[in-house]
Nanobody, 123 residues
Framework: QVQLVESGGGLVQAGGSLRLSCAAS????????MGWFRQAPGTERELVAR????????YYSDSVKGRFTISRDVAKNTVYLQMNSLKPEDTAVYYC????????????????WGQGTQVTVSS
């Protein structure tokens, strides 16, 4: 069992920055691929970024590429999502996700979810 706890969401003006954190605890959580999804009202949950368990491979959706950076601190079992140049369309609930060993492509791939943290970007 792996527990994921997110923090760092909030309200920010367009063009601003936020950093989300996801602290993982439980059995061998360092062996998990980690990802961030987001879901705005009335939309499907979409993958924003993911990082391999070894931190050697990352993926970003086209909508955030060049603005968001995912990273992980293996010693702290924590994954971060640095979000820069935020836009109103980035407003959503952001969810941390974990899958043992394999890449995360869709929500159905996820083994564990965090509770979600709200990010609101005002124009």
């Amino acid at each position: 069992q792996v527990q994921l706890v997110e923090s760092g969401g909030g309200l920010v003006q367009a063009g601003g920055s936020l950093r989300l954190s996801c602290a993982a605890s439980g059995r061998a959580s360092s062996n998990y691929t980690m990802g961030w999804f987001r879901q705005a009202p009335g939309t499907e949950r979409e993958l924003v970024a993911r990082i391999s368990w070894s931190a050697t491979s990352t993926y970003y959706s086209d909508s955030v590429k060049g603005r968001f950076t995912i990273s992980r601190d293996v010693a702290k079992n924590t994954v971060y999502l640095q979000m820069n140049s935020l836009k109103p369309e980035d407003t959503a609930v952001y969810y941390c996700a974990a899958r043992k060993y394999y890449a995360i492509l869709t929500p159905r791939d996820v083994d564990y979810w965090g509770q979600g943290t709200q990010v609101t970007v005002s124009s």
